[in-house]
């Protein structure tokens, strides 16, 4: 059952607060485990009424989507037919709800809330949470504490199966895997909606540069082929995911 918060106000309702909050209350983009800890013990009850306020009936280690503004975006939105174009991992913090996250243009950090949805576009997002995986009372969420693995990893912009970079999807995939919870999994490439200026602009306006057509000494089309046979993780995939269950939801119904 979806759980939708009554008279949720807008984003900009509640920025102003989140924006204080960011102000005074900064944390390094990299935290060590004995920090992770007093920043989640020490969060307040004035920054969790501004997150539920925003976010709804929100639970740390909650899925965060949004559709994002860039040619990233375009790609995936024309290959898999959904507007979840980018993902992260919900926590909880002192200074008010942060977003864990991968992007093209700093890797695996930390992002405040209300800078991840100002990225949105019409600043909406989607919920979801694992079931049957509620956080301890005491303690962080252990798909948090996973993806602290990887933080400072660089960003997979080739979408290759690997862990050695990543993107949004596949921090959110290895992470779960982690803690024994798959979301999802691994879709051909060529088996999406790839066939359009979109999907293949995004993937071969740099295919010299590609690390497997590069081995091998391709042209244009055979690198296609290549990077149509790859292996990845979309956030459209892992939203229908059976093992997660929708919270709430900001997109207008079509």
């Given at each position: 059952?979806?759980?939708?918060p009554?008279?949720?106000?807008?984003?900009?309702?509640?920025?102003?607060?989140?924006?204080?909050?960011?102000?005074?209350?900064?944390?390094?983009?990299?935290l060590?485990?004995?920090?992770?800890?007093?920043?989640?013990?020490?969060?307040?009850?004035?920054?969790?009424?501004?997150?539920?306020?925003?976010?709804?009936?929100?639970?740390?280690?909650?899925?965060?989507?949004?559709?994002?503004?860039?040619?990233?975006?375009?790609?995936?939105?024309?290959?898999?037919g959904?507007?979840l174009?980018?993902?992260?991992?919900?926590?909880?913090?002192?200074g008010?709800?942060?977003?864990?996250?991968?992007?093209s243009?700093?890797?695996?950090?930390?992002?405040?809330?209300?800078?991840?949805?100002?990225?949105?576009?019409?600043?909406?997002?989607?919920?979801?949470?694992?079931?049957?995986?509620?956080?301890?009372?005491?303690?962080?969420?252990?798909?948090?504490?996973?993806?602290?693995?990887?933080?400072?990893?660089?960003?997979?912009?080739?979408?290759?199966?690997g862990?050695?970079?990543?993107?949004?999807?596949?921090?959110?995939?290895?992470?779960?895997?982690?803690?024994?919870?798959?979301l999802?999994?691994?879709?051909?490439?060529?088996?999406?909606?790839?066939?359009?200026?979109?999907?293949?602009?995004?993937?071969?306006?740099?295919?010299?540069?590609?690390?497997?057509?590069?081995?091998?000494?391709?042209?244009?089309?055979?690198?296609?082929?290549?990077?149509?046979n790859?292996?990845?993780?979309?956030?459209?995939?892992?939203?229908?995911?059976?093992k997660?269950e929708?919270?709430?939801?900001?997109?207008?119904?079509?």
């Open positions: 059952k979806i759980a939708t009554r008279a949720q106000p807008s984003f900009k309702d509640i920025a102003p607060y989140m924006a204080f909050n960011r102000r005074f209350c900064m944390r390094p983009k990299v060590n485990h004995v920090f992770w800890t007093s920043v989640f013990l020490s969060f307040s009850s004035a920054n969790t009424a501004f997150a539920d306020q925003l976010l709804g009936n929100w639970q740390r280690g909650d899925l965060i989507f949004q559709e994002t503004r860039d040619l990233e975006a375009e790609m995936l939105k024309a290959a898999t959904s507007r174009t980018h993902v992260g991992i919900l926590r909880a913090s002192g008010g709800p942060i977003v864990v996250e991968a992007t243009d700093g890797d695996v950090y930390e992002t405040e809330l209300d800078v991840f949805l100002q990225r949105g576009v019409g600043h909406d997002y989607e919920i979801y949470r694992i079931k049957n995986l509620a956080p301890p009372k005491d303690w962080y969420h252990p798909i948090v504490l996973a993806a602290t693995d990887y933080f400072n990893w660089e960003y997979d912009l080739y979408y290759r199966k862990e050695s970079e990543i993107n949004s999807s596949e921090l959110v995939y290895l992470s779960a895997k982690k803690i024994g919870v798959e999802g999994g691994y879709e051909r490439l060529g088996d999406l909606n790839v066939e359009n200026e979109a999907t293949r602009s995004f993937f071969l306006d740099h295919w010299k540069h590609h690390p497997d057509c590069r081995e091998l000494g391709s042209n244009r089309e055979s690198c296609w082929s290549i990077i149509k790859q292996l990845v993780i979309t956030p459209a995939s892992l939203a229908r995911s059976q997660l929708l919270v709430v939801s900001t997109f207008a119904k079509n």
